[in-house]
């Protein structure tokens, strides 16, 4: 393991630097907070909320009335939670990168990180236990999902298990432990070729799917939701950490083109744009090409805008202080927010509902996602990082006293 320094805030969102931290923009100083990039957060842990919603009837809570309301729902928001998932992924390798700091050390990076997840997670994972999980899940998948282990065999039942939301952070700790040397690794790429190996790893990141289909087995065990998915192929190409590491990578690799001013950049309008588009376009791919490869450019896109856009000070929409609070509280929203559907829906009664109750329902499950989230964040999340997450310093010892200077002339002997 390289003993490269370098520094990430304790909360990755706010991309806190100072003007003299890492490669500077030419020709500005860099932003030392990025808001534009935590109230883009929200949004992208939202549609995964709009997914899981999606996915309670066929994870055995039978929330809405029919099949067919099930079955459309579903299909209009088929794409939303990989959408999410890979916009984070890649929001991550940007962020760690435009706030690392040549004074840091790995160790302590880890060590901020550990305190970001691990606190929220663990708690939220025995909620998740209370809940729902403990009656159909055995020790083994139980301590697997703890441990934060649960990535590593193509069994859907260990990957999702107790909290469905919990296999992305397994992997986003595969990205923290490699980011020192990845970070080591590229910032040894020149300059004038950063948007050349951006394009690499994003065509890697394309090709992923296609290799799994060419490479691995398809086996006989199909997704519940998408009969013709393979569920081996499927885990290859979207949920072992490996492989997602190009989309971690590819987040590092346009923070370092934008900050050495070499970006093409085309605003948050039309990145915005490409974006909606790339999950239309999911409907026409196969489902495991449209849960990745096709929207992980965009997203890209739209993250570098949302940086510039910050550092030029314009005004973007998700500036507001709203919008900044939101992003403050989505990574407790996104851990809490399906175990937070199955309890609201328990406490009243365990019923089916018709579209219209059910709409009613979604929104109860945000409000009360949303009031957990704020607990979590601000009992939990905010207080251990601010707390724990840089070591306390040494106090430095006061050097002695000087003696005065006497102008008159010593005699030999004398001191």
């Known amino acids: 393991m390289s003993t490269e320094k370098l520094r990430a805030t304790g909360h990755e969102t706010a991309g806190r630097v100072s003007p003299s931290a890492g490669p500077a923009i030419p020709g500005r100083t860099r932003a030392t907070r990025l808001n534009t ?3 883009l957060r929200f949004p992208a842990a939202f549609v995964v909320f709009l997914y899981h919603a999606s996915l309670l009837a066929f994870l055995g809570v039978p929330w809405l009335s029919s099949s067919t309301s099930v079955t459309t729902y579903y299909n209009a928001v088929a794409h939303a939670g990989a959408l999410g998932v890979t916009f984070f992924f890649v929001l991550s390798g940007f962020v760690l990168t435009w706030s690392a700091r040549d004074t840091d050390t790995a160790p302590r990076f880890w060590r901020r990180r550990f305190l970001k997840i691990v606190p929220n997670y ?28 649960q990535v590593w065999y193509p069994d859907f039942a260990i990957n999702f298990g107790v909290n469905p939301a919990g296999w992305s952070l397994a992997v986003e700790a595969v990205f923290y432990l490699s980011f020192p040397v990845l970070l080591h690794w590229i910032k040894k790429i020149p300059a004038h070729r950063l948007n050349l190996w951006v394009a690499i790893v994003a065509a890697g990141i394309v090709a992923t799917p296609l290799l799994s289909e060419l490479l691995v087995p398809a086996g006989t065990t199909m997704m519940d939701m998408e009969p013709e998915t393979s569920v081996n192929q499927y885990f290859f ?86 919008m900044v609070w939101l992003g403050d509280i989505s990574f407790a929203f996104y851990l809490v927010h399906y175990t ?54 040494k106090p430095v010892a006061e050097p002695p006293p000087v003696a005065p200077v006497s102008l008159a002339p010593q005699r030999v002997g004398e001191e």
């Open 37 to 39: 990039l935590t109230g």
């Open 122 to 149: 663990v708690v939220v994972w025995a909620l998740a236990m209370v809940v729902f999980a403990a009656p159909y899940t055995d020790m083994t998948i139980g301590l697997l999902n703890l441990f934060l282990i």
């Open 237 to 322: 190409a979207y949920i072992v950490p490996l492989p997602r590491v190009l989309d971690f990578a590819l987040g590092i690799l346009v923070a370092r083109s934008v900050m050495a001013g070499r970006w093409r950049n085309i605003g948050m309008i039309w990145s915005g744009a490409l974006l909606v588009a790339s999950y239309v376009v999911g409907y026409f791919t196969p489902f495991i090409y449209s849960t990745r490869a096709v929207c992980v450019v965009p997203a890209a896109l739209l993250i570098a805008a949302g940086a510039i856009a910050d550092n030029e000070g314009r005004f973007t929409f998700c500036r507001n202080r709203v």
């Open 340 to 393: 937070v559907m199955v309890a609201v829906w328990k406490l009243l009664g365990s019923k089916a509902y018709s579209p219209p109750e059910a709409a009613g329902m979604m929104a109860l499950f945000m409000a009360v996602a949303i009031l957990v989230s704020w607990a979590l964040y601000g009992l939990i999340e905010r207080p251990i990082t601010q707390r724990w997450s840089n070591p306390k310093k």
